[in-house]
């Protein structure tokens, strides 16, 4: 008779030890994330008033710094041109866009006025006419005076005549009918010869005349000429189109702003800066300064400043040359470098609270120290101090880490101080 071992059941504790594991280990997982690998840092409350938080701390000593002065200014074109209508009508082509670079003469929109063109093609029949009739006044005046030459010649022969008939009427060769003839004709010869001397003679104030007329037709035309092609609205210099509202076929009035063209080649930048911020001493025409806009730095020449403070504030103009591809009537911060500080401190902004204090670290204690904000230079802030009772050395321990409650007097733990 065969018999059979039946094997023992593991327990309920090892059949689930896996996923024990498994549980453990996320809960450490979730723990040392939670704290970064590191001690979680304690904030001193009123339910754990001995519970010291953990900070961290920096050696800092005084030095010699330049601040620079941060502002707030505008963009703006030195050359910015406002395009407006010279006369009313109907857009019949816009050639351009917003932000479209064009150069000097392009032409930028064309209007149509018929009223105008009809003018100017009258003025044009007129001013054709008077010239006419100019050209026609100086072919007959050279007429004329040849034709004077002619009628002197004739007077004389004439007059020869009359002498011939009086000799032989005295002789009683010829009749008293043949004198009076010859004395008729020589008449009749002397008049057309006045009359030619008097066109002769009026052929200048004829000519002044027409002149003058013509001057005036000139002057019309001229006018309705140039308003003609002030209906093709052409660049006037190179630049970016800016502004533009304008649509084909679009009606358009006398003096209507059109759009804007903006001399991008030599930008500038107003700013205005607080009186107590800086003194005349650090303005010096020439002065550099770094502007920022969309990420892009900019190198500005400082060219002008108010020598007289209007409302607490100076205003300062920067020019920004050759900045071709940047849009105008934008704002831009600007920073300003101002001359070099002895015995200043340089600290990183996030230790500065309230824009008026700092606390140094001595005996594992903060000690609260006044100071006043200088300006930046790079990332950090360039501080002055005013007062600190407990600080006795110009070299201390800077409190790094950025505490929500500290106050002066407050105990920490420091884990790190460099």
């Known amino acids: 008779m065969t018999t059979h071992s039946t094997a023992p059941k593991p327990s309920i504790f090892r059949r689930f030890l896996p996923l024990w594991l498994i549980l453990i280990a996320l809960a450490i997982i979730t723990v040392v994330a939670k704290t970064g690998g590191k001690p979680p840092v304690a904030q001193v409350s009123a339910d754990k008033p001995n519970q010291a938080a953990y900070v961290t701390t920096a050696t800092i000593k005084p030095g010699s710094y330049a601040p620079s002065l941060s502002l707030y ?5 030195d050359n910015q041109v406002n395009v407006i209508a010279k006369a009313s009508g109907k857009v019949s082509s816009v050639n351009v866009k917003n932000a479209q670079r064009v150069n000097k003469g392009d032409v930028l929109l064309t209007i149509e006025n018929a009223d105008l063109q009809f003018q100017l093609d009258a003025a044009r029949a007129n001013l054709d006419d008077i010239q006419a009739k100019i050209d026609a006044q100086n072919i007959q005046y050279k007429s004329d005076v040849n034709a004077l030459k002619i009628e002197q010649s004739l007077l004389d022969i004439n007059e020869k005549s009359l002498s011939r008939q009086q000799a032989l009427v005295k002789d009683g060769l010829a009749s008293q009918s043949d004198l009076e003839s010859a004395q008729r004709a020589l008449q009749s010869q002397k008049l057309q010869l006045n009359n030619r001397e008097l066109t002769v003679e009026k052929h200048a104030s004829t000519i002044n005349q027409l002149n003058a007329s013509k ?11 140039n308003s003609v092609n002030d209906l093709t609205i052409k660049a006037d210099f190179s630049g970016v189109v800016n502004q533009l509202n304008i649509k084909t076929f679009e009606e358009v009035s006398l003096n209507q702003s059109l759009l804007t063209l ?3 080649s030599a930008l500038l930048v107003e700013t205005y800066a607080a009186v107590n911020s800086l003194s005349f001493a650090d303005l010096n025409i020439g002065s550099t300064a770094i502007g920022k806009i969309d990420d892009i730095k900019i190198n500005l020449t400082l060219t002008s ?5 209007k409302q607490g504030a100076i205003k300062l103009t920067f020019s920004a040359m050759n900045q071709t591809d940047l849009a105008v009537n934008r704002y831009m911060n600007v920073q300003l470098p101002l001359k070099s500080i002895d015995n200043i401190y340089s600290v990183p902004v996030h230790t500065v609270y309230s824009n008026n204090r700092i606390y140094a670290v001595l005996n594992d204690k903060l000690n609260r120290i006044n100071i006043e904000v200088l300006g930046k230079q790079d990332n950090n802030l360039l501080i002055k101090i005013i007062n600190s009772d407990s600080i006795t050395t110009s070299e201390f321990n800077l409190l790094t880490t950025r505490l929500n409650d500290a106050i002066n007097g407050l105990e920490v733990n420091v884990v ?3």
Not at 73 to 77: D, N, P, S, Y
Not at 215 to 225: D, H, P, R, V
Not at 305 to 309: G, I, K, L, N, Y
């Open 73 to 77: 200014g505008t963009l703006k074109a």
């Open 215 to 225: 001057k005036q037709i000139q002057s019309t035309f001229n006018q309705l000429q």
């Open 262 to 264: 903006v001399n991008q």
């Open 305 to 309: 400043f108010d020598q007289v403070a």
């Open 416 to 418: 790190e101080s460099k």
